[in-house]
């Protein structure tokens, strides 16, 4: 008998953390840099640009608590500059991410543009057709994108200003319109994003606070029957740092170095027996 939805907590750590020997709980946000974080807000511990060996320029630290080499300068700050281009600098202008799922494969370059390619079915290759295409085709819209997930039949894309655009099956984008796009679609009813994960017929996504958010066709995942609208996962409203999902399943990882799984149990994933 397989569970349809279900919520259990791994132990992967102590169940009181201590930060500095204090009995405190790490945070991303609270202004220091402590246990897993790179830096926080401006703590930095201590690093500048040329910790990276970049010229100069200002380090910065992101809304995940990691460093953010952006306002450095030279080759290797992960920007694409207008003096450089993926043969003089393939660190910053080439592909930097790739994402596969379903029949398409797609991949981020240093611009800030995202190429599909593979089978348009439902949209997936987001270049506003529902062709095949051999040839890696940009992903239309405009939109700088940081980073991509993968379904079965749909793609999601969060962008530098945490905002999530999906495209493909209309079944597992959120919205109330169930139409497949092949244009990419901001996600509405959700807050500010760090990062997001996609399963085969759903996507979950990192909330500032920490909280995980869910939306999409498959209950296992959504935990909120055929609810396809974005939602909270129960338990989960906030001190999560880390989100992924598989097929029909998804994990957490909360602050404290505890692991949180919920979906369909098939073969124990949940770290119980199936």
């Known amino acids: 008998m397989l569970s349809t ?9 102590p169940a009181q953390p201590t930060v500095n020997g204090n009995d405190a709980v790490v945070g991303c ?3 220091v840099a402590a246990g ?3 830096c926080d807000q401006e703590d930095l511990r201590e690093a500048d640009c040329t910790t990276f060996g970049l010229a100069g ?15 450095c300068q ?3 700050n992960g920007v694409c500059d207008a003096d450089e281009d993926r043969v003089t600098c393939a660190e910053d202008c080439g592909a930097r991410q790739i994402a596969t799922g379903g029949l398409v494969s797609c991949s981020i370059l240093g611009t800030g543009d995202a190429f599909c390619w593979g089978n348009g079915a439902s949209g997936m290759i987001g270049d506003g057709t529902f062709t095949a295409n051999s040839l890696a085709s940009m992903v239309v819209g405009g939109l700088s994108h940081q980073a991509l997930s993968a379904g079965a039949g749909h793609m999601c894309s969060l962008t530098p200003a945490g905002l999530v655009y999906c495209w493909g099956n209309g079944e597992y984008l959120g919205a109330p319109n169930l139409e497949d796009t092949s244009v990419p679609r901001v996600v509405e009813g959700i807050p500010q ?3 997001l994960s996609a399963s085969y017929w759903a996507t979950c996504a990192l909330g500032l606070l920490g909280e995980v958010i869910c939306w999409g066709i498959d209950s296992n995942v959504t935990t909120r029957g055929m609810d396809r609208s974005p939602g ?3 338990g989960l409203s906030s001190g999560m740092r880390i989100v992924s ?4 399943h998804c994990c957490a990882l909360s602050a404290p170095e505890d692991l949180w799984c919920w979906g369909r149990n098939e073969s124990g994933v949940l770290g119980v027996p199936g």
Do not use: H, I, N
């Open 232 to 234: 909270p996962v129960q």
């Open 5 to 13: 939805v279900l919520l259990f907590p791994m132990a992967c750590g």
């Open 74 to 76: 030279g080759c290797g």
């Open 36 to 38: 897993w974080e790179e």
């Open 57 to 71: 320029g200002t380090l910065a630290c992101s809304r995940s608590c990691t460093y953010d080499t952006s306002g």
């Open 29 to 31: 946000g609270d202004g």
């Open 245 to 248: 999902c598989g097929g029909m």
């Open 193 to 195: 994003v760090s990062s």
